[in-house]
T-cell receptor, first 114, second 115 residues
Framework: ETGVTQSPTHLIKTRGQQVTLRCSSQ?????VSWYQQALGQGPQFIFQ???????GRGNFPPRFSGLQFPNYSSELNVNALELDDSALYLC?????????????FGPGTRLTVL | AQTVTQSQPEMSVQEAETVTLSCTYD???????LFWYKQPPSRQMILVIR??????QNATENRFSVNFQKAAKSFSLKISDSQLGDTAMYFC????????????FGEGTQLTVNP
């Protein structure tokens, strides 16, 4: 157990809908990263939040957005869902940003878009 | 851009034997970290071992060790005395100094340990 939790575990949505995924980081961790893992592939970096501000973004469209809160929780929001958004979404928290900080992953949220 | 390649989609090994998983990467960075993560069916990504690029000595964690060849940009994972609990997807990952702890993952290798 890493101390990082995610909710919900599974989620089914239809194309065009909006979804919010939640992550609770380890206490004291001011950095959270979100990854998308399609079936049979490695995780792809979506974005990172550091002290409640976006701190780097991968190759994902603006309909993927996020929030980080002072209580070490964060959200990933996806608007106008597409079939290709079906994936496992992982969050990872670290004590700080930068090269020397280990990331601790949550168990993920499995999103299915029909 | 950095790329990480794992050329073995699946591997299997008998319990108690040794197996080596391969990983190559491409980068122009001089300071970076390399990682091996394990993802069992429970989906939780677990750090197995990490290697700092400026350290010549290969990292070791109990039954897990790496062979880091910086010039060849190769980073293989050796698992000794394989156990049934080692069955999982293994991902090689790269993090550069200027990326703010962003990880770039390979496609993964599914390892099955047979009794």
């Amino acid at each position: 157990e890493t101390g990082v939790t995610q909710s919900p575990t599974h989620l089914i949505k239809t194309r065009g809908q909006q979804v919010t995924l939640r992550c609770s980081s380890q206490s004291g961790h001011n950095t959270v990263s979100w990854y998308q893992q399609a079936l049979g592939q490695g995780p792809q970096f979506i974005f990172q939040y550091y002290r409640e501000e976006e701190n780097g973004r991968g190759n994902f469209p603006p309909r993927f957005s996020g929030l980080q809160f002072p209580n070490y929780s964060s959200e990933l929001n996806v608007n106008a869902l597409e079939l290709d958004d079906s994936a496992l979404y992982l969050c990872a928290s670290s004590l700080d940003r930068g090269l020397y900080n280990e990331q601790f992953f949550g168990p993920g949220t499995r999103l299915t878009v029909l | 851009a950095q790329t990480v390649t794992q050329s073995q989609p699946e591997m299997s090994v008998q319990e108690a034997e040794t197996v080596t998983l391969s990983c190559t990467y491409d980068t122009s960075e001089s300071n970076y970290y390399l990682f091996w993560y394990k993802q069992p069916p429970s989906r939780q990504m677990i750090l197995v071992i990490r290697q700092e690029a400026y350290k010549q000595q290969n990292a070791t964690e109990n039954r897990f060790s790496v062979n880091f060849q910086k010039a060849a940009k190769s980073f293989s994972l050796k698992i000794s005395d394989s156990q049934l609990g080692d069955t999982a997807m293994y991902f090689c990952a790269f993090m550069k100094e200027t990326s703010g702890s962003r990880l770039t993952f390979g496609e993964g290798t599914q390892l099955t340990v047979n009794p």
